[in-house]
């Protein structure tokens, strides 16, 4: 099981960069274009727990029990999520230092574009301001980024688990 939650697990933090690349080679400012791409390739890399799931499972006689195949999602999930993690960490300290600001200055436009009262805006103001101050702790970026992620890989992990578990077939 190690190699093969390995092997999936890197391919999956693989594909879960992609989103990074995408968005930087096509020079998108925008935030929300950024976080959709960001989504669908996290979906995309934690597919790949129900590839190797299955694999498993027929590797074993066509039989998986729902624990393992919740650890084997679990495992693929946390190894996708600390490679899309350091990933993040790279790119925001080498080549996106300043991306807490334009994050907090997008959305306060938004704001302001939707017509929100000045009262709304001055508590936004605030909260973006200690998120600024937030996002420079390092281990504030890693706990808010694997919150990003994380959760996705556990509800993939989950569904998995649920559809492919296969109990071994009585004898008669």
Partial sequence: MKKLVLTYGLIGGAVSVIGYLITMLTGHTNMMVSMVIGFASMLAAFSLIFVATVKY????????????ALQIGLYISLITATIY??????YLYNIYPDFA???SAQYLDSLRA????????????????????DYKKPWFVVMKTYEEILPLGIIVSLISALILKRKPKLQQ
């Fill in 57 to 68: 499972r027929n590797a074993h006689g066509g039989v998986i029990t729902f624990g393992n």
């Fill in 85 to 90: 993690v350091v990933v993040w960490l790279f």
């Fill in 101 to 103: 600001e334009k994050l």
């Fill in 114 to 133: 939707d017509g929100e009262t000045e009262k709304v805006i001055a508590e936004k103001t605030a909260e973006m301001n200690q998120f600024v101050l």
